[in-house]
């Protein structure tokens, strides 16, 4: 396993607008017990971007089948708002054939060369990296164990190849300064900038492989080692085996030993029985109690004052072996101590995807409710307008057959309408001969009336 917290590498580029070189590595780093440094084109790789990368510096030497599972981001610092400061994060897993990682178009080279916009101030581009080492199949060669102060600032030699550790170079192209710190990702203060579009997978691409030139690198705090050591259950049965056979030894000693030996033997006893009292200790506690000079000097005097052959044969295997372990122990209380902040930390993120867990549970649960009642409410509404087209398919039948009456009822009246035209007609008819015949009828009363008074009723003698 990894580093269990990030590491922060943060690397100055004096010089930045007068750089010749078209790619640049920094200083090598140590994070997660792994060899790092960042590979940057100042002029964009084929693009008018800053392009930026993360890279395994000791590649070429590390045995076949290696790996490196990183989370990490990086940071463009803005030296005159750091709110503005552009950052941008990936993870990739790091193999031979791909043993750099990066973003080709970071920012734009025309943002950086303003000098309003305040990346580029002195001349001097800040950059950063914070990197979380989260597995790691096999590990680069230990750290020095020289290191400087943490969060100290010192000289850092960018180079147009790649670094590694075996040979140091004297090109030097600009010079840089650089610093380093470890700390949560979360716990960055600076901001990412509001404006910056967020980064999609395509722009996440790796550089070309380098050409294999060494240079040289600077020492860093060191990370936790990496060299596969035994485990304190490991050792500890050793050490009781150890001291069985020691005892079985001595039990076995023989009895004609000279006077002055029996006079101090009380002493060699009681180292004896000291002696048994420290291998019975587990070793977290001889560790902690740095008791690995006094069982030494325990076994010394045991085995000036031993005249058995094979008990100083033991006793100085058993001096050989508490060297190796207070060399040891020491790396595997470290890596246990960080696999358990590992474990803490993943501890309390399975805590909130737990929490996270459950709460999704209770918005699906919510979530499937509400399907189900707007399930049932479409079954419903199905049914009515389910019930509605019955309803318009009765309607519009009834209304075909009102239709075909209306229809027939229609010609019906048409029929009668041309019926009472024609008796219309001979209304009129009858009407005309009515009044010619009343006509004829008062002037026949009129004729009838001149007619008497012609005749003369009084002429006529009629009683």
């Given at each position: 396993?990894g580093?269990?917290?990030?590491f ?10 007068t ?10 780093f ?12 100042p ?13 395994v510096a000791?590649s ?12 990490f981001?990086?940071?463009v610092?803005?030296q005159?708002?750091k709110?503005?400061t ?9 193999k ?18 303003n000098?309003a ?7 001097t ?5 914070e990197?979380l080492?989260?597995?790691v199949?096999?590990y680069s ?17 960018p180079?147009a ?8 170079s ?6 840089t ?20 579009t967020?980064t999609s997978?395509?722009?996440v691409i790796?550089?070309?492989p ?5 240079v ?7 990370d936790?080692?990496s ?8 050792v500890?049965?050793?050490s ?15 009895s ?6 029996q ?5 060699v ?15 977290e ?8 000079g ?6 010394l005097?045991?085995?000036q004052h031993?005249?058995?052959l094979?008990?100083?044969?033991i ?6 072996c508490?060297?190796e372990?207070?060399?040891?122990v020491?790396m595997?209380?470290t890596?246990?101590?960080t696999a358990?902040a ?11 995807l ?12 919510s979530?499937?409710?509400?399907f189900?009642r707007?399930?049932t409410?479409?079954?419903?509404l ?6 509605l ?5 009765d309607?519009v ?10 229809e ?8 009668d309408l041309?019926e009472w ?12 001969n009515?009044l010619?015949?009343q006509e004829k ?19 006529l003698?009629?009683?």
């Open positions: 396993m580093d269990a917290t990030p922060k590498f943060t690397w100055r580029i004096n010089n930045f607008s750089l010749t070189p078209k790619e640049l590595y920094s200083e090598v140590y994070a997660g017990g792994c060899q790092w440094c960042l590979l940057v084109f002029k964009g790789n084929k693009v008018d971007y800053l392009s930026i990368y993360l890279a000791d070429t030497s590390l045995p076949q089948e290696w790996s490196r599972d990183a989370k981001s990086f940071a610092i803005n005159i708002n709110s503005l552009v950052r941008k994060d990936t993870q990739h897993v790091f031979a054939i791909e043993k750099d990682w990066g973003f080709t178009s970071f920012i734009p080279l025309s943002k950086i060369k000098s916009e305040g990346y580029l101030v002195g001349d581009l800040i950059l950063e990296v990197i080492v989260r597995s199949k096999h060669k230990p750290e020095p164990k020289k290191q400087e102060a943490k969060d100290e600032t010192k000289p850092s030699e180079v190849a790649p670094p590694t550790s075996q040979v140091p004297s090109e030097k192209v600009v010079d300064k650089a610093k380093v710190d470890t700390k949560p990702l979360n716990q960055t203060k600076e901001g990412i900038q509001a404006t910056a967020p997978d395509k722009e790796k550089s070309s380098p050409p294999s030139v060494t040289e690198t600077k020492i860093l705090p060191k936790p080692p060299e596969p050591v035994k485990s304190s259950q490991d500890h049965a050793t009781k085996g150890l001291l069985t056979e020691l005892a079985s030894r001595t039990r076995t000693m023989s004609e030993t000279s006077m002055s030996n006079a101090s033997k009380p002493d006893q009681k180292q004896k029985e000291a002696l048994k009292g420290f291998l019975n200790m587990p070793l506690a001889i560790q902690l109690a740095n008791a690995y006094n069982i030494e000097g325990i076994i005097t045991l085995i031993s005249k058995d094979n008990e100083k044969t006793l100085q295997g058993l001096l050989s508490l060297a372990f207070k060399e040891s020491p595997v209380i890596t246990a101590e358990q590992r474990r803490t930390s993943l501890s309390e993120k399975t805590a909130d737990d929490a996270k867990l459950a709460q999704r549970h209770e918005e699906l649960s979530k499937e409710a509400e189900l707007l399930s409410e479409e079954e419903k199905e049914a009515q307008i389910q019930l087209i019955k309803q318009k398919e309607v039948a009834h209304k075909k057959s009102v239709l075909v009456e209306l027939k009822s229609n010609k019906e009246v048409s029929k041309e035209k024609k008796l219309e007609s001979e209304i009129k008819q009858a009407n005309v009515w010619g015949a009828l008062a002037l026949a009363n009129v004729r009838w009336k001149l007619y008497k008074e012609d005749l003369g009723l009084g002429k003698n009629i009683s």
